[in-house]
């Protein structure tokens, strides 16, 4: 065997294990891993009105805030205060966007560019307001008319698996 053939040979066998480690992680894309558990349980029992807490899951930051039960501000003009254009699940589909009115679950991510807002407090919980460009958002992510961003603040999937714990979980 000549040195030609024998670098040849050196150079398929690296070619081959490159292809293969390219390939496995390709096809295991196309099939979804059903073990896979991406819920995330937050304990809410510290959280008094006007706290808010954040954590991280599925690699963005979610704001979760405690709010007076009663608390329904509209400190102005919304853009969509139904919540028809924005996404979220069908229980957020209401004036306080949460399952119970004593805490608010959203993503912390502007829908106009995909900042991360800021949050408004003063005398206590007034909402969000983007850094960007300076959207604002109502004590239940409803965006201002007007503003950069066109939709409310993102409402992830999630349960109360308890009193006081929210699981959050993907669709």
Not at 14 to 34: C, D, E, K, N, Q
Not at 96 to 101: D, G, M, N, S, V
Request: charge should be negative; aromatic fraction near 8%.
């Amino acid at each position: 065997m000549n040195r030609r053939t024998l670098l040849t040979r050196i150079v398929a066998g690296f070619s081959a294990i490159a292809l293969a480690g390219f390939t496995v992680p390709f096809l295991r894309s196309w099939f979804p891993g059903f073990d896979e558990d991406v819920s995330l349980d937050v304990d809410v029992s510290e959280l008094s009105a006007g706290d808010v807490k954040t954590v991280r899951w599925l690699g963005r930051n979610v704001l979760v805030v405690g709010r007076d039960r009663g608390e329904e501000a509209e400190p102005f003009v919304l853009e969509d205060p139904g919540s028809e254009n924005s996404s979220q699940p069908e229980f957020a589909e209401n004036t306080l966007r949460a399952r119970r009115a004593d805490h608010l679950v959203v993503f912390s991510n502007c829908t106009h560019l995909g900042c991360e807002v800021e949050v408004l407090a003063g005398d206590g919980f007034e909402g969000f307001s983007c850094p960007c460009h300076r959207s604002r958002y109502d004590t239940s992510g409803r965006v201002e008319k007007g503003a950069a961003a066109k939709r409310n603040l993102e409402v992830p999937e999630y349960d109360y698996i308890a009193r006081t714990v929210i699981r959050l979980r993907k669709v």
